[in-house]
């Protein structure tokens, strides 16, 4: 099921590396067409377009675009106490780990009485989306709104899509996620109409046939989704911020002989059930260990609950089994393919690990699977995709924050560097920089 790239014996350069390594991704441009103006029809006429299209796209219209409080009460109250606990658990877990995520001003003394101090500001007003699709995600919104609160977002909204057999309204677990977090304004619109209320605002409808509520805009939008949803953030992107453009889900597994090869084949499988674009690969310098995980593969594929996905996810050229020399080799390969996920199963896991330079979370040892992460770790699961955490970093509190400098210097130190900044500006061919300084000191001015 699993294809095999057999870099042994040869010393790929990084580019080379990255031509040769399983890569899925979306052409988030093939479909900027569709959905430009779906973006400007949102933009212009607000929720009515946002609705008219979701019903267009989705055959389903909600009554209006806010979920009404008594809607999202009644999910809670109706949410199965197992679930609602494990939820409870996973909020708690993931509000530790975000809470230490806080930074607090700091301020450097750069001379006698000046100044820099660095303070950290809350975005104003945030949207959060989660997903529907192929499962239900109130993971996602643990995920998207706890970081958010404990960067001291004051005003959230968290858009998901409608569905026909819930009302009209978003999935009720996830409207029990929100009710748990203490979200009260959710909106029943999803895709590409989403993003695009989110980012332009507009008036919702009102049932009775009244003007609806305003619907504010929002100032950053976070969360995954499918193409359309990419796209769209794209495009109202510098109007709002974004946190990434998220493509499919991605697993990778740096792995030794050491490694128990059922417990691969079923991480690698976990993330296969998401969507049949979803890459699952395997780096091993054991070929015995890569002969083995295929056989569990094949064996646990076939009895899990969304088989054919899984088989399109594994089989696709996104997914397979990189064979290399040894671990050194292999991290190589990993910090290049630089994966969402990334398992270290290897003896002396932990200090592997310490070398990896290159992915969005890093699971280790055997008792760190990737679905530890999704739920119950603390950690985020929105995280860089397609290769970007070479340079990107997954959600967190800093995601919300604006880092913002704030100088001040009195007159004496001004004076101790003015006539720096006098030159400096005469350097660059910008006087004008170099009067506003001598302007405030008679002994700098130009007699004449």
Known sequence: MLSRTDLRGTTPTAAQLRRALPRGGTDVNAV?????PVVEEIKTHGATAALDYGEKFDKVRPASVRVPAAVIADALANLDPAVAAALRESIARARAVH??????????QVAPGGTVAEKWIPVRRVGLYVPGGNAVYPSSVVMNVVPAQEAGVPSLVVASPP???????????????????????VWAVGGAQAVALLAYGGQDVDPAGGP???????????????????????????????????????????????????????????????????ASVLVTDS??????????????????????????ALGGAQSGIVLVDDLEAGLRVVDEYAAEHLEIQTRDAAAVADRVRSAGAIF???????????????????????????????????????????????????RAVAEK???????????????????????LRDPS
């Open 32 to 36: 900027l067409s569709t959905v430009s």
């Open 364 to 414: 280790v040892g055997p008792f760190s699977p990737v679905s530890l992460g999704d739920y119950c770790a603390g950690s985020n699961h929105v995280l860089p995709t397609s290769g970007s955490a070479r340079f990107a970093s997954g959600l967190s509190v800093q995601t919300f924050l604006k880092g913002v400098h704030v100088i001040d210097y009195d007159e004496d130190a001004l």
């Open 99 to 108: 809470a230490d995520q806080r930074r607090a001003t700091v301020t450097t």
């Open 421 to 443: 900044v006098v030159t400096l500006a005469d350097a660059e061919d910008l006087p004008a920089h170099g009067d506003a300084v001598k302007q405030r000191f008679a002994s």
């Open 287 to 312: 070929e015995a260990l890569a002969d083995a995980v295929d056989e569990q593969v094949v064996l646990q594929a076939a009895s899990t609950k969304h088989a054919d996905r899984v088989a399109q």
């Open 212 to 278: 609806g509520a305003e619907l504010d805009p929002v100032d950053l939008i976070t969360g995954p989704g499918n193409i359309y949803v990419t796209a769209a953030k794209r495009l109202v992107r510098g109007a709002v911020g974004i946190d990434s453009e998220a493509g499919p889900t991605e697993i990778a597994i740096l792995a030794d002989d050491s490694a128990d090869p059922a417990n691969i084949a079923a991480d690698l499988i976990s993330q296969a059930e998401h969507d049949v674009l979803a």
């Open 163 to 185: 569905q026909a057999g819930f009302g009209g309204w978003p999935h009720p677990t996830i409207l029990a996620a929100c009710a748990l977090l203490g979200v009260d304004e």
